[in-house]
C-alpha cells in the first residue's frame, strides 16, 4: 500500500497502515501479529495504553506501534494524524452497537472492516451504503467466521448442486482455548430471549435452547444451542435457502448445560441480565479448563438437490487443535487488510453478496 497525498476529493492520504482498533485484544491481536509478519505495518488501539504497548513490542518485525485513546469516542483525530489505509474494529460485542466508529471512518475516507457477528448491527449497516460510495470507501461488516467464512464455505460447495434448500452449521469452541469477554457478552445479549424468525423457523426459537448434539471428526459429539447471527438473514436471501440453523456450543457439558438451564430461567422471566455478569461468568467457566482441551471446530451441511436434480447433502468440517481455534475468525478481516486497495467501494454489509471480492 504506496502512501499517497490528499486528492480533490479530500480524502486523506493514507499511510499504508492498519489501525486495529482493540489491537491488545483476544482477536485484535491476532490480526496484528499476522499482518506485520506479512509486511504490513500496524498500530494496535484501545484505552489501555501500557496493554497496547506491551502488545506492540511483543510484535519482532518492528511493524507495530502502539495508541491509546477511547476507540469509540476518539477516533477522528487519530485517523487524521495517523492516516491509516484501513481501520479494522475489534471491539465487540457489537450486539448493541451503533455505526459512529464506521461513519467516522467514512468521513476521513478510510476503508472500515469490522469482526461484527451481531445480527441487527451488520444486517442494518447498509444503511452506510451511499455514503460509502460517494466518498470511495469500503464498509465491510461481518468480516469473520460468520458470515464470511460460512457463505465462502457455500461459495466453494455451491457448484455442486443445481439447487440449495438447507443449511445447518455451527461452532464448537476448546474449552482451553482463549475466550474474550465481548464475545461472552454477546453470546449473554440473547440466551433464553425470542430470536427473530428465519427461513424455516417454526418457531419461536430461543436463544441458547434446542439443545442437540452434533457429532465432529476428531472431536466426538459435542452439545450445540441456538445462536442469533446475522446469517439467519443474509445467507437465505442470498442463496434462496428454505430452512437455516445455526448453533454454537461448550466443549464440556456441565457448562453447555448450566447455561442452558440459565437460558430457560431468562425464558420464563426471571429478570437475569447476564451481560453484566459476562465478566465473573467467564471467570467461573476457567476453573474448568483442565478438564477440557484446546481443540475446537466448525461444521457447515448443506443440502439441495445436484446437477441432475437428485438430493445431495454435503458436509464440511474444520477442526481447529492445540487452541488453534481463535484464529479461524481472523482470518477474512487479515486477508482483506492486507489487499489494502479494496477493488469497491460501498457496504459489503453480507459477506455473502461478494465472497469472492473478499477471497478473491
Known amino acids: 500500500m504506496a502512501t499517497a497525498e490528499p486528492s480533490a476529493s479530500g480524502k486523506c492520504a493514507l499511510t499504508g497502515k492498519v489501525l486495529i482498533l482493540g489491537g491488545y485484544g483476544n482477536f485484535g491481536k491476532r490480526i496484528a501479529r499476522a499482518l506485520a509478519a506479512s509486511g504490513t505495518p ?44 484501513v481501520v479494522v474494529n475489534t471491539c465487540g460485542p457489537f450486539q448493541n452497537s451503533d455505526y459512529g466508529v464506521a461513519q467516522t471512518c467514512i468521513e476521513g475516507g478510510t476503508h472500515y472492516i469490522d ?46 448442486f443445481s439447487e440449495l434448500h438447507t443449511l445447518r452449521f455451527g461452532i464448537s469452541p476448546g474449552q482451553k482455548a482463549e475466550r474474550g469477554l465481548a464475545t461472552t457478552r454477546g453470546i449473554l445479549s440473547y440466551v433464553g430471549r425470542p ?26 459429539q459435542r452439545w450445540m444451542a441456538n445462536c442469533d447471527i446475522p446469517d439467519l438473514d443474509l445467507l437465505p436471501r442470498a442463496y434462496g435457502l428454505r430452512a437455516i440453523r445455526f448453533s454454537a ?61 437428485c438430493p445431495r447433502e454435503r458436509r464440511w468440517f474444520i477442526v481447529a487443535r492445540r487452541g488453534e481455534g481463535p484464529q479461524i475468525p ?9 489487499k489494502g486497495d479494496v477493488p469497491w467501494s460501498g457496504v459489503g454489509a453480507d459477506a455473502a453478496r461478494r465472497p469472492s471480492s473478499i477471497f478473491a
Do not use: C
Open 330 to 338: 481472523t482470518i477474512p478481516a487479515i486477508i482483506l487488510a492486507r
Open 195 to 220: 430470536l427473530r424468525g428465519f427461513a424455516g423457523d417454526d418457531g419461536p426459537s430461543y436463544g441458547w435452547q434446542n439443545i442437540h448434539r452434533q457429532l465432529f471428526p476428531v472431536l466426538g
Open 115 to 160: 469482526l461484527a457477528d451481531g445480527r441487527d448491527f451488520v444486517t442494518g449497516i447498509s444503511a452506510l451504503d451511499a455514503q460509502a460510495r460517494d466518498r470511495g470507501v469500503a464498509v465491510i461488516s461481518g468480516a469473520s467466521t460468520v458470515p464470511a467464512l460460512s457463505s465462502a464455505v457455500i461459495e466453494y460447495l455451491r457448484p455442486q
Open 249 to 309: 456450543g461448550l466443549e464440556l457439558a456441565p457448562l453447555h448445560l448450566g447455561l442452558w438451564a440459565l437460558s430457560w430461567l431468562v425464558r420464563i422471566g426471571v429478570p437475569l441480565d447476564l451481560p453484566r455478569h459476562a465478566g465473573w461468568l467467564l471467570k467461573a467457566s476457567n476453573l474448568f479448563d483442565p478438564l477440557g482441551s484446546a481443540d475446537g471446530g466448525m461444521f457447515v451441511i448443506l443440502g439441495g438437490l445436484d446437477l441432475d436434480g
Open 42 to 85: 500496524v498500530i494496535l488501539a484501545g484505552r489501555d495504553e501500557r496493554r497496547a504497548k506491551e502488545e506492540a513490542a511483543a510484535i519482532p518485525s518492528g511493524l507495530a506501534e502502539a495508541v491509546a485513546f477511547d476507540v469509540r469516542q476518539d477516533l477522528r483525530r487519530p485517523l487524521e494524524e495517523m492516516k491509516p489505509a
